[in-house]
């Protein structure tokens, strides 16, 4: 016991680095001594989580991507009540090696393609750490000036860093940034927004006959915001032709019908990378569309797509421009976790949960949410100087977040970020390419959208197959697929042609694991494509 | 350096103890001596993070509990834009420390009473530390078995744990409990399915004759909900003379000249343990006076008190038993941060964010949330094997928030937890206590409330004040306190009163921190009336 103290009271010093040893840490190297006492306990536990979760990662490769757990397992595997007598943390992180782990699912696994990866990084992990830390629930400026003004720096920077224009700054104090929890939290913050606004410009409006506007490829956000508000939503459809992007005169004449049916609709979600496929609305063509419509708000949800634009070289593509010339608010999550009823996405670096979101004019976003009576608000507040965030979003309480965002910032830096961004890129054009490369058996159904593909057994493989047939070969296809646990994918359907979905986006990819992700990818076509007409002979 | 390394080997083992050291970990021990590898890099990173939690947590009592910093210090502290080049994890770490900190408010802090305070123990830290690190986002089973299933189960144990009715457990496969991020969220929640379900028993009544019912007392997550909901939210007066509870006559009463207007209440938002006072609405008179309106939903906010239910002796206080009959859904916090325009609350013992939600019948939840079209609906989701948590609550992506549920309560146990529950119940009374035995200057407003006193200096220090001018007296008395760096509380007002509010909630106060809170209130209390008496002398 002795020895291990000093030894440990050596080995702490590197750590320390050249700064002061404070009299605490003295005081309680010295009572880890007692074998008790709770410091020592969890600095024991602290060591071996850290441990662990290196462990963890670089073992991570060597595990099946998916979990193969029953329905239920976990709760066989659990006593039924919470015990009458606290137990050893040494226990509790045992049973979570032990039991809850072969539950997870590894979004971190480099051959993990589904949905979008989460983001999960080292420093992420550190910055969260010391949040858990220093809780402060930030609801405004004086119950913990640091959270709210650290959120106010970092949510400039991840401005600059996306090339998001000066309007959305939070230093112009009419705009500004404040981060949600997820992209379905920006999108309903956006569109009661967008309501109020709307409200206060015909009041005489019954709340009925308003309507939402997102498209057949937006995320389920738009509908699930639907649900939640009681309002109706239309999803204007979008077609194979267009990538499955909303064109100006599709939105045009479902204005000009709704608004002739006495409707009115009060806010449209453009989405730049539709979880589906990637898909582009044309925002170009939509903000000509609405320029006879001022009163329409207009938000855009860059979840996925929006870490691109960190590279100036994809900027123009995703009409970054127009938006930054015409959008009323913008959503780019740095955790990205999405998911959809079949498919989901990941970018930016920094962990669950993190969704970026800018308006360029806070006041409709304060006049739709804040409780404070006008008589009490004040000048700070109103100006931006002091920010009270409880007023920019759903919530009271708010977690930290801007610190794992600073801490992903700084460790990357611009370049570093740019660097993983155009990694995931390339890697994706390389799997791609291995598709165009295998016309007699797979096809792309869209053009590839950055790092995401979406592909299928090409109608070549088994020579005229009618469509429907083609749909169930290519549902087997993903059956087969998913039943392999070297990696993992999602599929879509995309206008009633069913496809698989490939998105890079975790850290730990690297070309090996693409590449070989492919070799499963056409060798299990070639099986699927031999069973199916196989079958078909009998 | 090899030294150094050889030491780390041997101090490893402890924390490893009896269970196999993996082929991955010596990987990584040897190749520490690369100084760059980036796995040792975040170990050392890690370390060092949980060395500052500790030191953080010893030394907080002689920190000033309050930050003194300026509107705007950390914009000026920071650069403005992110760094081109990444930066070293070890300085981000140090600008934690020396920038950062300093700007935060010290929630944890032993002489912290006011708002209520937001629990953070080491049991939640490491919890929530293994949950950042293996991130899930849990929107249906398969995304991530464990993350679904742990929150079942520990929302089971939460639901024994505070003396719930069985019908709000998971494996009734009828009710359920899920984790919301925080009490507004569950709140909205609640309305949104009351809404839904009002909705589908009365097709026909329109959408803006529907009214959410509240009371002057409760929390602003009302008014915040009928914001983001577009709906109008009644503020039902209480008395002072029913110590600012709900009586049934009251609500009684506003329900029939409502439905005489053709208005449509369906919800009410019951509070036990209001934010300014820790007021309980009497669910009894209003379980009755709902009797012949099954249709109008009510939602019980428990956020603070319910953390007392843990302790069976105070359950029938709280109305307990009549919540567990009729209540449609209850939200307590396990984190419990709370805020209103002037005052908030913390208990639970787990890390924020983490409300925990429980419904009588998740029908009404799916029914509302559910974007799955029906015949997509799986027979496993509605039966409860496999519950897709996202159709619970607001967003898509979740935290695997049960996790640090799962490693508090398992550490604390139930009869660690109701210890805990019970000290600060006591030491709330020894702070009632000293107000009661100092008549000539101080008297409580309204019967203390478990932890929490509302207190002001008497009329009787001022003989003949008039009600304004002792008002500003009070007004003054809290600004007084305020100024203190060596604790912090916050104010209110309760019908007009001016008062000022005292809680214990923070894991590491004790006796001696409330004995020394009272002797500055007294002292301060002393010298503020002289100051009054003096300048109105003049």
């Known amino acids: 016991m002795v020895i291990h103290t000093l030894i440990r009271l050596i080995t702490f010093f590197p750590y320390h680095g050249h700064r002061t040893v404070s009299r605490t840490f003295f005081f309680s190297v010295a009572l880890a001594f007692f074998d008790g006492f709770p410091d020592f306990r969890f600095r024991k536990a602290g060591y071996q989580a850290i441990d662990r979760i290196c462990d963890y990662y670089y073992s991570l490769q060597n595990k099946p991507v998916k979990s193969n757990v029953k329905p239920g397992y976990l709760r066989e595997a659990l006593p039924v009540a919470p015990p009458t007598k606290g137990e050893s943390i040494e226990d509790i992180a045992n049973d979570y090696q032990d039991i809850i782990m072969p539950g997870l699912t590894h979004w971190q696994h ?64 009419v705009g500004g940034g404040v981060i949600q929890s997820t992209a ?95 898909a582009i609305d044309n925002i170009d063509e939509i903000a000509e569309a609405l320029r006879d419509h001022p009163d329409i708000w207009l938000h855009i949800d860059a979840a996925w797509l929006g ?57 409709n976003l304060t006049e739709a949410l804040d409780i404070t009576p006008p008589f009490l608000r004040s000048t700070e507040g109103d100006a931006g100087i002091v920010v009270d965030y409880r007023n920019w979003g759903l919530t009271l309480g708010r977690r930290f977040r801007s610190l794992k965002v600073w801490f992903v910032l700084r460790s990357f830096g611009v370049e570093g970020f740019q660097a993983y961004i155009r990694k995931c890129i390339s890697l994706g054009e390389i799997f791609a390419e291995s598709v165009r490369n295998h016309p007699e058996l797979l096809e792309l159904v869209t053009p590839p959208s950055f790092s995401l593909s979406v592909f299928r057994i090409a109608p070549g493989a088994v020579p005229g197959l009618p469509a429907h047939e083609l749909n169930e070969l290519n549902e087997l296809y ?61």
């Open 478 to 538: 993903y059956r087969r697929l998913n039943e392999r646990n070297e990696l993992m994918l999602t599929q879509t359907e995309l206008n009633g042609v069913h496809c698989v979905r490939f998105v890079v986006g975790v850290q730990r990819t690297e070309r090996i694991h693409v590449e070989a992700a492919f070799g499963i990818c056409l060798e299990t076509a070639k099986l699927v494509t031999r069973e199916f007409t196989g079958s078909r002979s009998y």
């Open 184 to 278: 379905s939290d920006s999108a309903l913050v956006a569109i009661v927004t967008a309501r109020s606004r709307y409200q206060r410009l015909h009041p005489d409006v019954p709340i009925d006959k308003l309507v939402v506007y997102v498209t057949t490829q937006t995320h389920s956000l738009g509908l699930k915001a639907g649900l939640i508000l009681g309002l109706p939503v239309y999803a204007i459809p979008v077609r194979a032709e267009d990538d499955y992007g909303l064109r100006g005169h599709g939105l045009r004449e479902v204005i000009e019908r709704d608004k002739a049916e006495g409707k009115h609709p009060f806010v449209i979600v453009g989405t730049v990378g539709t979880t589906s496929s990637g």
């Open 307 to 363: 870490a691109a634009f960190s590279c100036p070289q994809y900027r123009a593509r995703c009409h970054l421009p127009t938006i930054n010339k015409v959008a009323d608010s913008i959503c780019i999550n740095f955790h990205k976790a999405r998911a959809g009823p079949f498919s989901s996405t990941s970018w930016g670096l920094v962990n669950f949960d993190c969704s970026a979101f800018w308006v360029r004019d806070r006041k």
């Open 110 to 173: 480099p051959s993990f393609f589904a949905y979008y990866p989460t983001a999960s990084t080292f420093e992420g992990i550190i910055g969260d750490l010391y949040a858990t830390t220093a809780l402060n629930p930030g609801f405004n400026w004086i119950c913990s000036p640091a959270c709210t003004e650290l959120e106010n720096v970092v949510m400039d920077w991840a401005a600059q860093l996306f090339g998001l224009s000066e309007d959305f700054y939070n230093t112009t104090q």
